[in-house]
């Protein structure tokens, strides 16, 4: 049992849901009801019509009305691009059933025209969390069985007379043709014309246990078994049903396509009975940015706005932080424009905007889950880049502290304090220390939120940037190589007292495991994804090349002249307080302790520190200015200042 993490209670609730854009979320109803009506009309057309004749009329009567009734609720949808098209090809697939074309051709019109419509006017395609089968063949036997049968063989007790049967879910053929989604939305809105009423009343994740029950039917525990080995031991089939929403979608027989009929059915078989295997860490986070998006838009709509706020940062913090180390190693780029998507639409709530801006910006930042899903999947990871990720992280969140660290070390050296030295490098050492715990507790003890990870990483930022601050001031007033003379032979003893070497240990301590935390942190989720060895390969890589520009920089600085070394030193120390400024609130605003007051017309450079608020911008601008007039200060002789 994982116990909290100490900065901030972590709440992971693995929720899985479809986000649909605004614009078409408003009325759905008929879109689901035509698509319920389309998957009827590809599975039970066979029934009706063969080899261009009628052979039972009853059926064939229900095939035409359907198709009827689709192109109505067509018509009532509301209005987009994509409705006359739809509209048409709903009219071509009438034209099918009433000149008794051939089953492959109609069930192709109504697969086609099922795909469209659910491109045209998203509905949801995956229960809200993996469903409890035990809980939902217990359901079925209640609700179900008296006319389906207990084995779901459509012999039930009050089947009798029925017209038409019940559906005898053992049927492998028509199985086949059935997707878990088509299930569920019979289950969710009945079949008019039948016997099967609307099963609305029960709570979502209940239709969907139903929904997965029922599709297993058709297959045995024998097919399960082979499926799970055939799961186990081939990657290449493991692409086919990346997630829980790819298992509700794929009917066998469009599974059977791509691998083939036997493997169809053995994978079928056993991820219908067990669909938690589809689930992954990456996908189950993703799932409730998405959830917590959505909730944060409606939230918003219905007046609430530091409630929709809230929701929003869960979205950014519980649901897109976690893989946020795995996305930075695979597409930079796409994560950046995540964070600033999410920002964006926190600004908007806390700018109390239009709720159509509001929901414009959802749907962008939706738009972006979407590519961050498929660039998450686990088919993207290799052993390339597994090593890049590993290599590239620890080389960009090492470089800052190694240069703070490298110049600590060589001012020691310049000033002949090699006692002190051991203070420095046990203050790097033990952050390297903690950060190897953190590991062990993030991957055993404690789930570090990403709250948790933006504080600690914020507050660091912050708190070395003022005292970089002080200390490139302080460098720069021994510019002057007689300056320093004096100070070495007045002052220095006693400025490096016990105490001043116990402050040496916890900067180096406090610079370097800020690095290490948030390194440690992108490591552990990239480790889950694999490639071990790859992993291991590039942290030695990055950490040879940290050793060497550090063996560069000291036997540079050992060769420059005080005043030189003093004035470098002090300029190289001022950009990175400038730096750390502008990350350490940027991380605050991301852990909502900061509002976010974007601006317009500056570019986003996280190297830098720069990012477009103003916040960030005055911290930086503020700690530049500080440091010039610092500069001008202590540059004057000592006569002027006194």
């Not at 029934?47 to 052979?55: M, T």
């Not at 502008?582 to 909502?592: H, R, Y």
Request: charge should be neutral; charged fraction near 20%; aromatic fraction near 8%.
């Amino acid at each position: 049992m994982r116990l909290p993490a100490s900065l901030a209670t972590f709440v992971l609730f693995v929720v899985f849901c479809f986000s649909a854009p605004a614009s078409v979320r408003a009325d759905t109803g008929p879109a689901q009801t035509a698509w319920r009506l389309l998957d009827y009309i590809s599975v039970d057309y066979g029934g009706a019509v063969a080899d261009g004749r009628v052979v039972s009329a009853p059926e064939y009567a229900e095939m035409m009305e359907f198709g009827e009734r689709i192109r109505t609720y067509l018509v009532a949808l509301p209005s987009t691009r994509a409705q006359p098209a739809l509209i048409e090809q709903a009219e071509a697939l009438q034209a099918a059933i009433g000149r008794k074309a051939p089953e492959s051709e109609v069930a192709g019109l109504a697969k086609a025209l099922a795909s469209d419509l659910l491109a045209a006017y998203p509905m949801p395609l995956a229960p809200s969390k993996v469903p409890d089968l035990a809980h939902g063949a217990a359901l079925y036997q209640q609700q179900c069985a008296a006319c389906h049968g207990a084995t779901g063989a459509g012999d039930g007790q009050d089947a009798k007379g029925l017209s038409p049967p019940p559906t005898a879910f053992t049927n492998e053929s028509r199985a086949r043709q059935r997707s878990v989604f088509g299930l569920y939305q019979v289950i969710d809105q009945g079949l008019d014309g039948t016997a099967m009423p609307s099963f609305a009343h029960l709570p979502s994740d209940e239709r969907w246990a139903l929904a997965f029950v029922v599709g297993r039917f058709a297959y045995s525990d024998a097919d399960a078994r082979g499926g799970e080995q055939l799961w186990h031991s081939d990657p290449a089939v493991r692409q086919q049903i990346p997630d829980l929403q790819a298992l509700t979608q794929r009917t066998p027989a469009a599974l059977a396509q791509a691998i083939g009929d036997e493997k169809a059915r053995a994978l079928a078989a056993f991820l219908r009975q067990h669909p938690a295997a589809t689930m992954s860490a990456a996908s189950g986070t993703m799932s409730l940015a998405r959830a917590r998006l959505t909730e944060s838009v409606s939230t918003y709509v219905a007046g609430n706005r530091p409630k929709a706020i809230d929701l929003a940062l869960s979205a950014y913090l519980d649901g897109f932080e976690p893989v946020e180390p795995i996305l930075k190693a695979r597409d930079d780029a796409l994560r950046v424009r995540i964070e600033a998507a999410m920002g964006d639409l926190r600004a908007a709530m806390s700018k109390n905007e239009p709720a159509e801006t509001v929901r414009e910006r959802a749907e962008r930042l939706s738009a972006l889950f979407d590519t961050a899903e498929r660039a998450l999947s686990p088919q993207e990871a290799s052993i390339g880049s597994s090593f890049a990720g590993a290599f590239t992280i620890l080389l960009r969140e090492g470089l800052e502290a190694l240069l703070i660290v490298v110049a600590m070390i060589a001012f020691l050296r310049k000033a002949e304090r090699a006692d002190v030295l051991p203070y420095v490098h046990g203050g790097w050492i033990a952050a390297l220390a903690a950060g190897g715990m953190t590991w062990a507790a993030a991957t055993y003890l404690i789930s570090i939120s990403g709250a948790s990870r933006e504080l600690t990483e914020g507050f660091g930022s912050l708190i070395a940037a003022v005292v970089l601050v002080s200390v490139g001031l302080w460098m720069h007033g021994k510019a002057q190589a007689d300056a320093w003379q004096r100070y070495v032979h007045e002052k220095l003893s006693h400025a490096l007292s016990r105490k001043s070497a116990w402050f040496l240990f916890l900067l180096a301590f406090v610079v370097v495991y800020r690095e290490v935390f948030e390194t440690v942190l992108f490591y552990a989720a990239m480790w889950s994804q694999g490639s071990g060895f790859a992993i291991l390969a590039g942290a030695a890589a990055g950490a040879a090349t940290l050793a060497v520009i550090a063996r560069a920089l000291l036997s540079y600085s050992r060769r420059l002249p005080i005043a030189r070394f003093f004035s470098l030193s002090s300029i190289l120390i001022a950009i990175l307080a400038v730096i750390l400024a502008g990350k350490g609130i940027a991380a605050l605003q991301e852990a909502g302790l900061l509002d976010i007051l974007p601006l317009q017309g500056i570019p986003r450079v996280e190297m830098l520190g720069i990012y477009p608020t103003w916040q960030g911008a005055l911290a930086q601008t503020f700690t530049l200015i500080f440091m010039l007039a610092g500069f001008w200060y202590t540059g004057r002789p000592a006569a002027v200042r006194s």
